[in-house]
């Protein structure tokens, strides 16, 4: 085991304060523990202009000389406003250089003249984000269409319509990146969206107890091994619907052979293809197809890759203007990397390599020279944004200090905003030039939490049995004494796609912090199958969830045994969804190394999770019987001795509320006794102030049962 980062020390100055005080749990719901921030900071569109809100007033600063080019008070915009007066500047988008909504009061206001306009839209011009407000809008489930041209007269996206079919939203349970129904094309002047057909899906019921009488709806609930709903794409001619006050459109002609999951929808700069990755049911195969705009007929077939275990693709090609090259993430060498192929389809170079992950693509510059990106070199639990060299090849690293950076970056990629944190810094914002790296600090927010007594964080590795480095975070009650002995309250989430451990303040969350100041030692260990790592180390799990995560998470557990201050009476356990189903196959499998557990959402039988994500980690339960047996909660039941508490919500839509109502009968068969709470209002999570519920129940549970 090594130290990688150095302890927070930051709160240290405060541990002999006589009356510093535990974390309100309430208060966090109610804005006490907010990090200090820029308000609305923002780029002005097509300038090196940042902009931020500051005593009711919008700034906007030169990026070069940091002088004021612009600003608007409130009391401007309210002399020129008609209606009752603001009582503070709204939150605000930008609808052109000189022009910002307020999604609030539905208005455009001028940055120049503070004259305030109902909403209306240049000639031509659709923003994405403005468009479900503006241009494309949703009202009783239907999505329309409408442009100042026909003075916002609502046109139909697709009249293509009737019972169990859902257009202009999402598809394929939000997979795959999807997290849009509809695209606008780079000019404007076509719409392509989502047409999903649902019908031979079965009906799932969820219920509501809120009426005197319970009432129920119903949802699509794909699960494993069951029919698929099938998606179309469509094609929404903006100018010929206007001009015929009715939806013209047309379908793109896809092949169920080319794949059934249509994901990372993208047009070609020139407006005359669209791009859609396919992905198979057996989710080991994309490809990534053109299609003919104007007739929706298949062009080619431009990328194709397997996997013997599944495929992924997350992210949509990035064309260049000219429409003759694009470049394409892919892990065809076991690490998220960039790649430039040309408009046919054919690999012209690798643009980054190395055993670390390439995390997010901020484009290029307006003269196509540079790229930039953020990977996770040199370090998974941190994120550092870096600029390619098209020609050079060459990559630079634009942020150095060792923790967390998210970019925002100007249109003309000269300037970016850095948003940095790690474990000892709540908040950094810096201007910086992506070229000569001269910055401006614009703020260094305060610890929100100074005046409480919080324990020490460390980020330490562990080997794995296999020898791999894991990542684990651990958080010491306050006044941390090593020659006492202290429980163990160990925090488990380890599904795909999530990572737990970072280099960020406060990466814990206030409620881990909070059970430290209760005395616990709080343990977070991100085990294999989690991102950041690379293909194999995600990958691995394929087909036999939560065993090799358990391995590791037992590596974690034998980690703190071997401490003396960690007391093996008292290891408790927590967590949600995946980590639901992790706390259930740990207590399961090693009962007894566990005292109390709580869970919550937990996934019981992957038979009864969706198709999207259950077949792609767990292929069919035909496929895999033997899989979904050894994974299934339901036969281990009769182990478990842990003193074990679930919670589930009542109308969870995401993993049903079934799982642990089968778990609950299989333990009255058994003879296993297990608290349960149900929050009958609730979805897959507790959201707002009733969290403070879900975490007093928590802590009480784990309290009840200290030996």
Same mark, same amino acid.
């Given at each position: ?53 500051? =005593? ?62 109902? %909403? ?20 009783? !489930? ?11 007269? %609502? ?30 094309? %780079? ?13 031979? @899906?079965?009906?799932? %019921? ?24 099938? @998606? ?31 994901? =990372? ?117 941190? =994120? ?51 070229? !000569? ?247 897959? !999570? ?22």
């Amino acid at each position: 085991m090594k130290r990688y980062v150095i302890v927070a020390l930051f709160w240290s100055a405060f541990l002999s304060c006589a009356n510093a005080q535990t974390i309100d749990l309430e208060a966090v719901f109610k804005g006490k523990y907010q990090i200090d921030q820029l308000k609305n900071l923002s780029w002005r569109p097509s300038t090196q202009q940042y902009c931020y809100i500051q =005593n009711d007033t919008l700034f906007c600063f030169d990026g070069k000389s940091g002088q004021i080019k612009e600003q608007l008070t409130l009391s401007d915009i309210n002399e020129k406003r008609d209606v009752i007066a603001l009582t503070r500047f709204p939150y605000f988008t930008w609808v052109d250089q000189d022009h910002i909504y307020f999604p609030s009061t539905n208005e455009i206001v001028s940055i120049k003249s503070a004259a305030v306009t109902e %909403p209306a839209l240049p000639e031509n011009w659709i923003d994405a984000d403005l468009k479900e407000l503006l241009f494309i809008v949703k009202e009783d !489930n239907q999505v329309f269409v409408k442009s100042k041209k026909n003075n916002f007269q %609502p046109i139909l996206l697709c009249p293509d319509t009737g019972i169990n079919i859902v257009f202009g939203s999402t598809v394929h349970r939000s997979e795959w990146g999807i997290d849009e129904g509809q695209y606008i094309s %780079p000019k404007g002047n076509y719409i392509a969206f989502y047409r999903m057909d649902e019908s031979m @899906v079965e009906d799932y %019921p969820i219920i509501d107890i809120n009426e005197h009488i319970t009432t129920y709806r119903t949802i699509k609930y794909p699960m494993a091994g069951q029919n698929s709903h099938q @998606v179309k794409v469509g094609i929404f001619d903006v100018n010929q619907s206007i001009e015929a006050n009715r939806s013209v459109y047309h379908y793109i002609q896809t092949d169920l052979e080319d794949g059934e999951f249509l994901t =990372n929808i993208t047009f070609s700069p020139d407006e005359k293809s669209l791009f859609i990755a396919h992905v198979n049911r057996e989710q080991n195969q994309m490809n990534l197809i053109e299609y003919d705009l104007n007739t929706g007929k298949k062009v080619k077939t431009l990328i194709q890759e397997r996997d013997e275990r599944y495929v992924e693709p997350q992210t949509r090609p990035l064309f260049f203007n000219n429409s003759s090259s694009f470049i394409w993430q892919s892990r065809r060498d076991g690490w998220n990397h960039l790649y430039l192929y040309n408009r046919n389809g054919d690999l012209i170079s690798q643009l980054t390599k190395g055993e670390w992950e390439v995390t997010e693509l901020f484009g290029l510059d307006p003269k196509e020279k540079y790229l930039f990106y953020t990977s996770t070199n040199p370090s998974p639990i941190g =994120n550092y944004l870096y600029s390619l060299n098209l020609k050079s090849k060459k990559s630079t690293c634009l942020t150095h200090k060792d923790g967390t950076h998210s970019p925002m970056f100007s249109d003309d990629k000269n300037f970016f905003i850095d948003y940095f944190t790690n474990l000892e810094t709540p908040r950094q914002i810096e201007l910086i030039n992506s070229y !000569n790296g001269k910055s401006k600090l614009l703020l260094n927010a305060k610890n929100p939490y100074s005046s409480i007594q919080l324990g020490k964080t460390e980020i330490v590795t562990i080997q794995n049995n296999e020898g791999d480095s894991l990542y684990c975070r651990i958080i010491f009650p306050p006044n941390f004494n090593k020659s006492k002995k202290y429980p163990v309250f160990l925090y488990v989430y380890g599904g795909p796609h999530s990572q737990l451990v970072t280099n960020t303040f406060m990466n814990g969350g206030v409620f881990l912090n909070y059970m430290a100041q209760q005395g616990y030692i709080v343990f977070t260990l991100d085990n294999r199958g989690t991102a950041k790592r690379g293909a194999l180390f995600e990958q691995v799990i394929h087909r036999r969830l939560g065993v090799l995560e358990m391995e590791d998470q037992m590596a974690g557990v034998r980690y703190l045994l071997s401490q003396p201050y960690v007391d093996a009476k008292n290891i408790s356990l927590d967590g949600w969804s995946y980590g639901g189903f992790m706390i259930l196959s740990l207590i399961s499998t090693y009962p007894d190394y566990f005292n109390s557990a709580t869970c919550g959402g937990p996934v019981v039988d992957w038979s009864g999770y969706e198709i999207m994500y259950g077949e792609r980690y767990m292929d069919t339960p035909e496929e895999n019987p033997e899989g979904y047996h050894s994974t299934s909660i339901l036969p281990k039941v009769k182990n478990i001795k842990a003193n074990l508490l679930i919670f589930h919500g009542g109308k969870d839509d995401v993993v049903l509320w079934q799982h642990s109502l089968k778990l609950l009968n299989q333990a009255v068969t058994d003879g296993v006794l297990i608290n349960y709470f149900v929050y009958p209002n609730h979805e897959h !999570n507790v959201r707002g102030l009733d969290r403070v519920h879900l975490w007093k129940m928590i802590e009480q549970h784990h309290k009840t049962y200290l030996k």
